[in-house]
C-alpha cells in the first residue's frame, strides 16, 4: 500500500473518531430549560420523520442505479457494490449528522444565556460534525477501494493514448 493511500485511510479514521468525538462532547452539553427540551423534541420529531421519507426515496431511485450499474457490462458488480458503498457511507454520515445537529441548536441556545463565546464554540462544533463525516467516509473507501486493485479499477480496457500526442500535450 503507498504512503498517499495511507495517508488518505490515516485522515479518513481520524476525521470518524473527531466525529465520534464531538458529537459525544456536544450531547455532554447543557440543553437548556424544559420549554427548550420540549421545542427540541419537536423539532427532532419532524427531522426525523423528513429523514425516513428522504432515506426512503433515495433508496428507491439507488436500488434502479444499481441495477443498471450491475448490468452495464463495461461497469458490472464492482461498480455497483462501490456505489452501494458510497451511498451507505454517504446516508450515515447525513444521519450522524443530523442527529449531532439537533443536539447542538438546543444547546447553542443554552450556551448562548453564558456568552458569545460559549454559543459560537459550541455552534461550530456540532456543525462541523456532518461535513467531517463526509469527507472522511470518502477518504476511507476510496483509498481501500483503489488499493484493492478491483478489475473495475482498471484502465487497460481503453485504449491508450499515443505517445507523440502525450508529448504535444505536456509542452
Given at each position: 500500500m503507498?504512503?498517499?493511500?495511507?495517508?488518505?485511510?490515516?485522515?479518513?479514521?481520524?476525521?470518524v473518531i473527531y466525529g465520534i468525538m464531538t458529537a459525544i462532547w456536544v450531547n455532554?452539553?447543557?440543553?437548556?430549560?424544559?420549554?427548550?427540551i420540549d421545542i427540541s423534541n419537536a423539532v427532532k420529531e419532524g427531522a426525523n420523520a423528513f429523514l425516513a421519507r428522504e432515506y426512503?426515496?433515495?433508496?428507491i431511485v439507488a436500488a434502479v442505479l444499481v441495477l443498471i450499474l450491475a448490468f452495464v457490462p463495461a461497469l458490472g458488480m464492482w461498480a455497483a457494490a462501490g456505489f452501494i458503498i458510497g451511498t451507505v457511507g454517504s446516508a450515515l454520515a447525513g444521519f450522524i449528522g443530523m442527529w449531532v445537529s439537533?443536539?447542538?441548536?438546543?444547546?447553542?441556545?443554552?450556551?448562548a444565556s453564558k456568552g458569545l463565546q460559549a454559543a459560537l464554540s459550541l455552534a461550530f462544533k456540532g456543525g462541523s460534525v456532518t461535513g467531517i463525516m463526509v469527507v472522511a467516509s470518502a477518504s476511507s473507501v476510496w483509498p481501500a477501494s483503489i488499493s484493492s486493485r478491483k478489475p473495475w479499477l482498471r484502465l487497460s480496457r481503453y485504449p491508450p493514448r499515443s505517445s507523440g500526442s502525450a508529448s504535444a500535450a505536456r509542452s
Open positions: 503507498s504512503n498517499t493511500i495511507l495517508f488518505a485511510l490515516v485522515c479518513g479514521v481520524a476525521g455532554k452539553q447543557d440543553a437548556g430549560n424544559q420549554k427548550m426512503k426515496t433515495v433508496a439537533l443536539r447542538a441548536n438546543v444547546r447553542t441556545a443554552a450556551a
